[in-house]
């Protein structure tokens, strides 16, 4: 079976063609790939990048040059894209990357025309995206869509509203049309149906968990207390996520300073993740005089992290909206215990009881008892590291690759 990857990146970070975005969604598509071509698919994968190709591992990524773009430019796209801007009305920033996205719509389709693919696997619903869902359309190669986050349902996203829009009318035409589209949680899916006022289970609609590497690994290993002169006797909480007004590491800030003297001297909260909230949080931590414990470490290479997670005791994530939380069972791995909240759209996928503690109010003084009551359990790490093998890589290739040969077939 030939599958072609159509997204809008992937985070390969000592490439300098696919370092310029770190995130969940560029290292799991691009782990997506990596698995089911080790799975026994052919997997070809084009995103947005100007690149002269590659491999990585058993996947190809293909080639994509300017000169590749203006040979194959399609009037089709063009037109498609301007009754997109007419519609949902995007800004002019937003118009210069959509033209971008349809002028490389081209050779995209002629890559699917001349390589034989069985199905295109579509990451994402958004402007970005919607040229590679013509090409599909155009020239009739059945495609599934992955929703690796549903951004069109939350104020905190920071998505130009038209985007939104259009996200919510497509799910609504994959519902009519019979597109198939995989979201990451239940709990996405929920609220897709309850969008679409549906009771019963969507038959083209599937949810397949997020998986990580479920081996520990520590490729470059170094002393996390030595490099931020962390006491041996402190208890160590990760949040993991670039800093954002929607994963929330705001409420983490308000909410450890509401802490008793006794639990703030014990404990330490790594901030791992690039700030782009210009520098708001560090602001308030300094306000607040608490930079000694709450430690913002920047953006950490997947080569590194290991390290972290190794040494650390506890994760949380506070985010505001968040389609997985891929930073739990990573941490599930290492045997750490999460704090998170139960409106986490995947809660129903990961909880389990000796390996999360989830909180119904999302007050900081709720977060603030959690954290304590997180030092207080006697969690057995053991445990949480047999039930993190439930979230491997591998299990998440099957399952696209039996929705692949369901379609086909």
């Known amino acids: 079976m030939r599958v072609l990857f159509l997204a809008s990146y992937i985070t390969i970070i000592n490439d300098k063609n696919f370092k310029k975005n770190v995130t969940g969604y560029g290292y799991q598509v691009r782990d997506i790939a990596d698995y089911v071509s080790r799975a026994g698919v052919n997997v070809d994968v084009v995103t947005s990048a100007i690149t002269g190709g590659r491999n990585y591992n058993n996947t190809t990524i293909l080639k994509k040059t300017w000169k590749d773009i203006f040979q194959h430019i399609k009037l089709f796209y063009l037109k498609k894209m301007i009754q997109l801007i007419k519609i949902y009305c995007p800004s ?8 971008y996205y349809s002028l490389s719509a081209g050779y995209v389709e002629y890559i699917l025309k001349n390589g034989n693919y069985d199905i295109a696997h579509i990451h994402g619903i958004g402007f970005n995206t919607k040229p590679y869902i013509d090409c599909c359309e155009k020239l009739g190669i059945r495609y599934i869509l992955t929703l690796h986050g549903l951004n069109s349902f939350s104020d905190s996203v920071q998505m130009e509203s038209g985007e939104k829009e259009f996200e919510k009318d497509f799910i609504k035409y994959a519902y009519n049309k019979g597109v198939s589209l995989t979201v990451i949680s239940t709990g996405i899916l929920n609220v897709i149906k309850e969008y679409l006022n549906v009771q019963d289970d969507i038959k083209h609609f599937y949810v397949i968990t997020n998986g990580t ?3 520990e690994s520590c490729l470059e290993y170094f002393d996390i207390r030595q490099r931020y002169e962390i006491d041996k006797n402190n208890r160590i909480m990760l949040c993991v996520g670039n800093l ?3 994963k ?4 983490i800030v308000r909410a450890y300073n509401l802490l008793s003297g006794e639990i703030k001297k014990r404990l330490c909260i790594l901030f791992l993740g690039t700030d782009t909230t210009s520098g708001d949080i560090k602001r308030k931590i300094y ?3 608490l930079n000694d414990n709450l430690i913002l470490c920047g953006n950490i290479s997947r080569d590194e992290i290991g390290s972290y997670y190794a040494q650390a005791d506890y994760t949380v994530l506070a985010s505001i909206s968040e389609g997985f939380g891929l930073s739990i069972i990573e941490g599930f791995v290492y045997g750490l215990p999460n704090l998170t909240f139960s409106d986490l759209d995947s809660v129903e996928d990961l909880f389990d009881e000796k390996a999360m503690l989830i909180l119904s ?7 603030a008892s959690g954290i304590t009551q997180m030092l207080s359990e006697d969690w057995d790490r ?8 439930n979230f491997s890589l591998e299990r998440m290739a099957e399952e696209y690759v039996k929705i692949y040969r369901d379609i086909v077939e």
Do not use: F
């Open 92 to 99: 002019y920033s937003r118009i210069i990357k959509i033209l």
């Open 213 to 215: 590497n479920i081996t």
């Open 244 to 246: 954002s007004s929607n």
């Open 248 to 251: 929330n590491q705001s409420q």
């Open 287 to 289: 306000e607040l005089g």
């Open 361 to 367: 109010e999302r007050s900081d003084e709720s977060l």
């Open 382 to 389: 053991e445990y949480i590291k047999k039930y993190a093998k």
